[in-house]
C-alpha cells in the first residue's frame, strides 16, 4: 500500500491512464482545428470530437447533438442558468434553487438577483434532500428554470431528480441539473429524469481538468440559451470558442468507460463505503451520518466525530487525503454550508469528514484509514473538554458559552 | 494550510493536557470559546496560596490545531509563573512563539481569554474563602 491515500474523489479523481492513452495523439499528431473545414488537419480533430459528444451523450441517454463543450461544470451551469434567465426574461425572471447546490449555482443566482431576477432557495429537510411540496408551493407564473443538484458533492445526498423533472415538465418550466457528481457513478437519464440541460465535468468522471460539457434538449421542448462566450458561434452558436480537442477526447473516453464500467464499480464501492461505516461505527460513539445513507452516492460517506474538530482531525491523518467540512480559517469559523443546512448544529458540522471512494481505492486503503482515524479521534477526544463534559453528563445545550 | 513545527510540535505532544479538581480552592478553571465556532479552550491553573505562584497548569481544547497549540504552550508558559505575571501573557506573544498566521490569530486571543477566565476563577475563589468568616456570610441562629 502506498501513502498519502487519496481518498477524496468528490474534489477530483486522477486521469485514467487509458483515458490518457486515448487523449495524446491529439496533442502532436491530430492537432487540427474542428472549425478547419479544408483541410484533412481539421476533419480529423473533428471526427474525435463528434465521437466523444456521442460518448458523451450515451452516457446520460442523449443525442449527441445535444452537448456543448465547455471549459468545465462551473462554466456548463453559467452557461445554462444565465443563457436560460437571459433568453427566457420575457416568460419570467423567478429562478429555483436549493441552499446545499455548488457555488457555481449559488453565486450564479446570486449575480443573476443582482441584475433583477429573483431566486427562491429552498431548504433541504434532515437527510439533506429537498422537499417536493416546497417546491410545489415554490413555483409561480414567473418560473422559468428550477436547477436542482443530482447528487450532493459533500454529503453525496441524491436529489429526487424525476420527481422534480415531472413536476417541471408539468409547469412548462425548464429544468436543470448539475450532474457533475452523479454522472457516471449513478444510472443518469435525461428522458426518464425529464430534464431540460444537465452539466457535466470531466476531472470528476476519471478525465482531465479543464473540460466539461452541458446537455441542452433539442426537441420537446426545444431549449435555447443565450450565449455567455461570444466568438464564432462554435457549438450551436452557445459557447463560441477554439474546441479543446484533447480534453474533449478525454472526456468522452472517460464518459465511455463509466458507463461500461459504472454497475461493477458502483457495487465494489458502496461495499467498501459500507465497510468503512461500519468498521468507524464498530470502533467509536456519538459519531454521526450526515444526509441520507438511502438516496446517497455509492462512494460517499460523511461523518461527524462529534466532540473533536475537523481541522485538527486532518491534521493527524497527514499521509490520508479527504476533506473537513470546518473551515477554520476565517474570525467567523463559518463551517460548511451544506452541513448546516441539514440542521444538525454547527458544532456537529466543524467535526465533520467527508470520504470520497473512487476506482482505485483498496479494502487495504479503507482499513488502514479507520485505524488511523480511530485513533486520532480517541486521542483529541481525551483531550476534547466538550467529551469530557458529556461524560461528565452535562448537557452542552443548556451551557453558557464564552463567545469571543 | 501550512503549520510551522512548533504548532505541529505542540500537536503531537502536547504539553500538560488533562483536568484538575474544579472543587479545589487553590484551583482556577477557564472555559471559554463555544463548540458552534469551532473551538473550545478549558485551562486551569493551580496556584500555591502562600507564593502566589502556578505550581500546575492543565488544559483541554476543541478546535483546531493552532487552538490546541495555543492553549499547550499558554499552560507551559503559566508554569511557575506568580498570577500577575500570568496576567501579562498577551495574546501577541503566543502568535510569535508559534508563528501563527492572520486567520489563526483568534486561536491566541483564545488563549489569553482562558488564562485571564482561569484566573479570574481562581481569584473569586479565594474571596469566596475570605469572604467566608465574614460575619454576614454566616447565620447567627
Given amino acids: 500500500m502506498k501513502l498519502p491515500i487519496y481518498m477524496d474523489y ?6 485514467d491512464p487509458r483515458v490518457v492513452e486515448a487523449m495524446l495523439p491529439y496533442f502532436t499528431q491530430h492537432f487540427g482545428n474542428p472549425a478547419s473545414r479544408n483541410h484533412s488537419f481539421g476533419w480529423e480533430a473533428e471526427e474525435a470530437v463528434e465521437t466523444a459528444r456521442k460518448q458523451v451523450a450515451d452516457l446520460i441517454g442523449a443525442n449527441a447533438k445535444e452537448i456543448i463543450f465547455t471549459s468545465g461544470a462551473t462554466e456548463a451551469n453559467n452557461l445554462a442558468i444565465k ?3 437571459e433568453m427566457y426574461r420575457e416568460k419570467g425572471n423567478h429562478i429555483i434553487t436549493c441552499v446545499t447546490e455548488h457555488k457555481a449555482v449559488i453565486d450564479t443566482c446570486k449575480k443573476l438577483e443582482k441584475l433583477g431576477s429573483r431566486v427562491t432557495y429552498l431548504p433541504v429537510q434532515k437527510d439533506g434532500r429537498i422537499s417536493l411540496d416546497e417546491l410545489q408551493a ?3 407564473d414567473k418560473t422559468i428554470l428550477i436547477t436542482i443538484m ?5 454529503i453525496g445526498v441524491l436529489q429526487p431528480i424525476a420527481e422534480i423533472g415531472a413536476i417541471a415538465k408539468a409547469k412548462g418550466i425548464l429544468f436543470h441539473t448539475d450532474a457533475v457528481q452523479a454522472a457516471g457513478k449513478v444510472p443518469f437519464d435525461v428522458t426518464q429524469n425529464k430534464v431540460d440541460l444537465v452539466s457535466l465535468s470531466a476531472h470528476k468522471l476519471y478525465g482531465p481538468k479543464g473540460v466539461g460539457a452541458l446537455y441542452v434538449r433539442r426537441r420537446n421542448p426545444r431549449v435555447l440559451l443565450a450565449e455567455q462566450i461570444s466568438g464564432g458561434g462554435h457549438e450551436r452558436g452557445m459557447r463560441s470558442g477554439t474546441l479543446n480537442v484533447p480534453g ?5 473516453a472517460a464518459a465511455a468507460l463509466a458507463k461500461a464500467e459504472m454497475a461493477t464499480e458502483a457495487a465494489r464501492l458502496s461495499a467498501m463505503r459500507d465497510r468503512l461505516n461500519k468498521k468507524f461505527h464498530d470502533n467509536l460513539d456519538e459519531i454521526y451520518i450526515n444526509g441520507s445513507m438511502e438516496h446517497r452516492l455509492p462512494h460517499n460517506l460523511n461523518i461527524s466525530f462529534a466532540y473533536v474538530e475537523g481541522e485538527s482531525l486532518l491534521m493527524g491523518i497527514n499521509d490520508v487525503a479527504v476533506s473537513s467540512g470546518s473551515a477554520c480559517t476565517s474570525a467567523s469559523l463559518e463551517p460548511s454550508y451544506v452541513l448546516k443546512a441539514l440542521g444538525a448544529g454547527d458544532d456537529l458540522a466543524h467535526s465533520s469528514i467527508r470520504f470520497g471512494l473512487g476506482r482505485w481505492t ?3 486503503e479503507v482499513d488502514y484509514v479507520v485505524e488511523k482515524l480511530t485513533s486520532v479521534v480517541r486521542r483529541l477526544r481525551e483531550m476534547s473538554p466538550l467529551y469530557e463534559m458529556v461524560k461528565e453528563g452535562v448537557d452542552l445545550s443548556k451551557m453558557q458559552w464564552v463567545t469571543h | 494550510m501550512a503549520y510551522s513545527n512548533k504548532v505541529i510540535d505542540h500537536y503531537e505532544n502536547p504539553r500538560n493536557v488533562g483536568s484538575l479538581s474544579k472543587d479545589d480552592a487553590n484551583v482556577g478553571t477557564g472555559l471559554v470559546g463555544a463548540p458552534e465556532c469551532g473551538d473550545v479552550m478549558k485551562l486551569q491553573v493551580k496556584v500555591n496560596p502562600e507564593t502566589g505562584v502556578i505550581d500546575d497548569a492543565k488544559f483541554k481544547t476543541f478546535g483546531c490545531g493552532s487552538a490546541i497549540a495555543s492553549s499547550s504552550l499558554a499552560t507551559e508558559w503559566l508554569k511557575g509563573k506568580t498570577v500577575d505575571q500570568a496576567l501579562a501573557i498577551k495574546n501577541t506573544d503566543i502568535v510569535a512563539e508559534l508563528a ?4 489563526k490569530i483568534h486561536c491566541s486571543v483564545l488563549a489569553e481569554d482562558a488564562i485571564k477566565a482561569a484566573i479570574a476563577d481562581y481569584k473569586k475563589k479565594q474571596d469566596e474563602k475570605t469572604g467566608s468568616v465574614q460575619p454576614t456570610a454566616q447565620p447567627t441562629a
Fill in chain 1, 150 to 154: 443530482a447528487a450532493n458533492n459533500e
Fill in chain 1, 138 to 140: 415554490a413555483i409561480t
Fill in chain 1, 83 to 85: 443563457g436560460a434567465a
Fill in chain 2, 100 to 103: 501563527l498566521p492572520p486567520v
Fill in chain 1, 362 to 364: 483498496t479494502d487495504e
Fill in chain 1, 248 to 252: 474533449i477526447v478525454g472526456l468522452g
Fill in chain 1, 10 to 15: 468528490h474534489a477530483t479523481t486522477p486521469v
